[in-house]
């Protein structure tokens, strides 16, 4: 379910790295618990981002989610369907709804995030 | 089973755009006794604006059957209880309705000379006056229009008292069962909030609190009873730690209903509040307002309130707008006075007397759908409810249903539903308040549908995850409508 | 007591239900330092006739039967039936904000009804169900620019309502917003285009006028938003005479509009409650405050309305919402609504055209201080303020709103409003005062 090649944070991120060519997006696992998504609001490209940091959210009727960064550099491209069809989210949140492409400034930062074996335990334990 | 409601015929009607055709009217205006004048000559040609693209035309039995048939669509108080907590759903007088209509009151414009408004402000000053006795304080604002924009107020008030002491300081504690209005009011007022955890007990930690208390808390914004109808038992240990600091405690006064009579916050360490005059002062909802959310102050916050201040000079009352030391004005004129009115009248119907028994029926009211109810549905916490009580789903949810599935099947019970998923502090909340203008049958028939509900749960779950069943418009989907949002009618 | 629907037998039945022996040991809970201890010192409860005599009594206070020529931000129209008629229906008065959509259908579709029309009336993409009322409608449509723009600085002209500027001061006090206020020709009462285009910098998220302004003057709202938009602010564009816009061009370059609906059968009732809006273009629409209804369809397929966009409110947002606002003024805007309704397309044209030609009736005979054009109000210079209005009092005329209260330099001029309510002998009799004033006392007949 989770993609092996991915990094995961604590709040339901995920990153794809080759090299310093980064994509973001969130998991099976946020996307479940947010619900119908409605809308998502996306950074513009050229932004800087840090790990950690907000670099934009998701929305459904009755919540709002915070995306923060899995890593730090500059946001290089950011997925335009999502605009049009939101619900891409739900049914496709590792592939066709990546939210941002990123060039990382600090790839070693990487290390610290979980593997997805690492990452379907701590859902795991969480329920 | 369901003994409330039978299903009935209801009119479809249109938008009333897609009634109108040119030419149809529903009004008509008197010969005019000066000369008309040409716009274009008097305004300028630019000036003059085109006819109101897609504005309707419709006569006056379509106008009236437009409206009527939309009405019938609406659950309402005059239909019956409406448990929604925190909401206090009673009973809207009608004598209210009167005499908030009496012509020159209701006619009265603002910037009457004072000589001609001597009855509105007497209202007003009477108003403040039982306003500051029932709630213990020592001055009223009427000046804000609603429960937040009085939260906003107190708030600013705060401020400017400590902005005179020489610090206005940083963040506001909120406890996290309160309602979204108080954080985002601070955030408005210019504080960063930070939440304080509520104990296991649901009520205010006062050990957490002495902890996070420091020269930076400007004050703590409180609800009492708080959002599970619990009354907050250390709120006066908690008024003194505060003080102790140099902040202040503000309370939310949404659950008045409970306290009215009984208790005043002005007792027990209260610096400022609100009140919500749609709540607890019986002035209705009309679907979403309007309100009153006048503030009470304690003597040391007077001199900072929204100026103007009436004042008496012998026989007379007068606006006293030399307030330097005023937060200024928070909204134009003198408060939402048609509102301020309709809470005069409930309060003198009431009386003294009157008022406490209210609030003894209120608690009465809710302790006993608590009592009659939890054999049913989990309660999160075990201390006394007072005005309202809150259930939590959790028993439900292993079969797979949710406080917001209950709600919708309670609408097939001919009720409104309670207030659902708050507070958030509470796992699928079930947040109800009956007020006291509910009697016993009413009551009963809601305790008998929700212990229904309970039991078609266990027997058929599906009966509930898709009602509602019996109304004329089933489930919305709201989903489709925040992604596309359709916020106006446009002409085909 | 009548509102309490309980006999004593039932509340014993409640009371030994809940296990309690009397209604005090149902607070017996709360610690003894919190408990009142006393009845309230408050009259008992009278009965309904003397309630109704306590506020006639208050009424006559008041003093009644007047020709008013007050406008200033709140107008005398006349309220059509139809209005009342409406808002008293139980199902609208008594019913609660229209969360659960499948009972409040009637609710949500005359908000939707309303947004539309406020759409048609101002011109703009979008409107909301209505803030508290046009005063506070300013402030926050000043944080919604500051919020679309990222920037801190405001601009407000001195023709825009001075009670709605103060308002506005108290919200941007506290967001370290940085309000500066620009003025207006002395000849026209138009805006003062150059002081605006000194004080305009890249900073500024808003500037923000009034059309018609405080004067009643029509004002420069295209070159308004030239100089705005020129350095990256928006343009708010604020009305208290709603009924304007049915003879006035509305302001089509406005990015967000912030008015006041008092004018459309909302009773003038000594200041509240009125209805204030906020309309806008869409591109904004996720920064604008206040409910929204939206068009959706049920499980059924039938087209059904709920609440929308809800994400940006403070229930779901709460530090981070667009403003802190719960309320909306749904029974007033109702009023509005219905206004709309009866008068429609044409009705609301031919009201404005009657305003327009009171007022210019007495203006012809009295000299308007400013030459701009104006709508159904105008400022005018009389010789002495105080005994003026004095002497209408004594013939049951409320003069016009004395200026000086508010605009230092026009403390020798009176605001006179006319609207299709006012009469031709009651303007007679105030031109007939404003001149006899105004010539030597040795002109005798």
Redesign the interface.
């Known amino acids: 379910m989770y993609p092996e090649n991915f990094r995961y944070t604590k709040e339901h991120e995920w990153v794809a790295a080759v090299g310093d060519a980064g994509t973001i997006g969130i998991t099976d696992h946020a996307q479940q618990e947010l619900g119908?998504i409605?809308?998502v609001d996306l950074p513009k490209v050229g932004t800087h981002i840090e790990q950690g940091r907000s670099l934009g959210s998701v929305?459904?009727?009755?919540?709002?989610s915070d995306v923060y960064s899995p890593v730090s550099g500059e946001v290089t491209e950011i997925n335009q369907t999502l605009a049009e069809k939101?619900?891409t989210l739900n049914s496709d949140p590792h592939g066709a709804a990546w939210l941002v492409k990123i060039k990382l400034s600090a790839p070693a930062e990487l290390a610290g995030l979980m593997s997805a074996a690492e990452y379907e335990a701590y859902i795991g334990a969480e329920k | 089973m369901i003994k409330k409601v039978r299903p009935h015929l209801s009119q479809n009607e249109r938008l009333v755009f897609e009634r109108s055709s040119p030419g149809k009217k529903a009004y008509q205006l008197p010969e005019l006794d000066v000369p008309a004048v040409d716009a274009a000559e008097a305004l300028g040609a630019a000036n003059v604006r085109a006819a109101i693209e897609g504005f309707p035309e419709i006569s006056e039995v379509e106008a009236m059957r437009h409206f009527t048939r939309l009405s019938t669509w609406n659950y309402a108080i005059d239909h019956g209880m409406y448990p929604l907590g925190s909401c206090t759903m009673k009973y809207n007088p009608r004598i209210n309705e009167v005499v908030a209509r009496t012509e020159a009151l209701a006619w009265a414009h603002p910037y009457q000379p004072e000589a001609l408004a001597q009855g509105s402000m007497a209202v007003m000053a009477q108003l403040e006056a039982a306003l500051a006795e029932i709630t213990g304080m020592d001055a009223v604002t009427l000046q804000p229009a609603a429960g937040a924009h009085g939260e906003l107020t107190g708030i600013l008030l705060i401020r400017a008292l400590l902005e005179k002491r020489g610090n206005p300081r940083k963040k506001i504690l909120i406890p996290d069962s309160a309602h979204g209005t108080n954080p985002a009011t601070a955030a408005i007022a210019g504080y960063a909030v930070q939440n304080i955890p509520s104990s296991a007990t649901g009520v205010l930690d006062v050990g957490a609190l002495a902890q996070i208390v420091d020269k930076d808390v400007a004050a703590l914004m409180v609800t009492n009873p708080n959002t599970l109808g619990v009354f907050e038992e250390n709120i006066i240990q908690a008024a003194e730690i505060l003080h102790k600091k140099g902040a202040m405690l503000y309370m939310d006064g949404a659950n008045m209903n409970a306290l009215v009579g009984i208790a005043r916050p002005g007792d027990f360490g209260v610096d400022v509040m609100h009140l919500n005059l749609h709540k607890t002062f019986s002035t209705p909802h009309g679907g979403g307002g309007p309100g009153a959310g006048p503030v009470a102050v304690k003597k040391v916050l007077e001199p900072f309130l929204p100026a103007p201040r009436l004042k008496r000079t012998g026989k007379k009352w007068a606006y006293d707008f030399n307030r330097k030391r005023s937060i200024g004005r928070v909204k134009a004129y003198y408060g939402n006075f048609g509102v301020l009115v309709r809470a005069l009248a409930y309060i003198l119907a009431h009386g003294g007397p009157g008022l406490r028994n209210a609030t003894v029926d209120a608690v009465l009211n809710a302790v006993y759908i608590r009592k009659r109810l939890e054999a049913y549905y989990d309660l999160p916490y075990s201390q006394a409810n007072m005005h309202e009580v809150v259930f939590s789903d959790d028993r439900q949810a292993k079969l797979g249903v949710r406080t917001g599935d209950i709600a919708k099947r309670l609408i097939d019970y001919g009720f409104h539903p309670y207030t659902v998923?708050f507070p958030l502090i509470v796992h699928g909340a079930l947040m109800i308040e009956p007020t006291e203008t509910e009697g016993k049958h009413e009551i009963d028939q809601f305790i008998e549908a929700m212990i229904s509900i309970a039991q078609e749960i266990e027997t058929d779950p599906q009966l509930v995850k898709t009602a509602p069943h019996g109304t004329r418009t089933s489930r919305v989907d709201?989903?489709a409508a925040?992604?596309k949002p359709v916020l106006r009618w446009k002409p085909a | 007591m009548r509102y309490l629907p309980k006999s004593d037998s039932e509340r014993r039945q409640m009371l030994d239900a809940c296990g309690v022996s009397s209604p005090e040991e149902l607070f017996a809970h709360l610690p003894q330092a919190v408990r009142l201890g006393r009845p309230l010192h408050l009259a008992p409860g009278i009965s309904e006739y003397e309630i109704v005599q306590y506020f006639r009594d208050r009424a006559a206070e008041n003093g009644n039967g007047y020709a008013s020529f007050l406008g200033a931000g709140v107008y005398h129209h006349y309220r059509p039936v139809l209005v009342d008629t409406v808002v008293s229906r139980g199902e609208f008065l008594t019913s609660y904000t229209p969360y659960q959509a499948e009972i409040a259908q009637g609710t949500l579709t005359t908000i939707f009804e309303f947004q539309t029309m406020i759409c048609q009336l101002t011109g703009m993409d979008v409107a909301n169900a209505s803030m508290y009322d046009g005063s506070t409608a300013v402030p926050e449509a000043a944080m919604m620019a500051a919020r679309s723009t990222g920037k801190g600085r405001v601009l407000v002209a001195r023709s825009v309502h001075p009670e709605y500027r103060e308002v506005l001061l108290t919200y941007a006090r506290n967001q370290g917003m940085p309000v500066e206020e620009f003025g207006y020709d002395p000849e026209t009462g138009t805006l003062d285009l150059e002081d605006l285009e000194r004080k305009m910098d890249d900073f500024t998220a808003a500037v923000i006028v009034q059309t018609p302004n405080f004067f009643g003057i029509a004002d420069q709202v295209k070159e308004a938003a030239r100089i705005a938009h020129g350095r990256g602010a928006l343009l708010v564009v604020v009305f208290t005479e709603a009924v304007s816009l049915g003879i006035l061009e509305p302001p089509a370059e406005a990015d967000i509009v912030a008015g006041e609906l008092q004018s459309f059968a909302i009773s003038p009732s000594y200041g509240g409650p009125y209805a204030g809006i906020i309309a806008t273009r869409e591109k904004y629409l996720?920064q604008m405050p206040g409910r929204l209804v939206g068009q959706s369809v049920d499980s059924r397929g039938n087209r059904a309305f709920c609440l929308t966009l809800?994400?940006r409110e403070q229930h779901?947002?709460r530090e981070?919402a667009t403003s802190n606002i719960c309320t909306n003024q749904a029974l007033i805007a109702l009023m509005a609504t219905v206004f709309m309704t009866v008068y429609g397309k044409q009705g609301l044209r031919e009201l404005a055209a009657q305003n327009l030609a009171k007022a210019h009736y007495l203006a012809g005979k009295v000299k308007p201080r400013f030459s701009g054009p104006f709508f159904n109000e105008f400022v005018v210079k009389v010789a002495a303020v105080d005994d003026l209005n004095k002497q209408l009092l004594k013939k049951k005329i409320i003069g016009g709103l004395p200026l000086g209260r508010f605009y230092p330099e026009l403390s020798d001029s009176v605001l006179l409003c006319a609207t299709e309510m006012t009469k031709r002998a009651d303007m007679d009799v105030v031109a007939d005062a404003i001149l006899r004033a105004a010539t030597p006392k040795e002109v005798t007949a």
Do not use: L
Request: proline share 5%; no cysteine.
């Open positions: 119908d409605v809308y929305e459904s009727v009755k919540a709002v939101p619900e | 998923s709201e989903v925040a992604r | 996720r809800a994400t779901i947002r981070k």
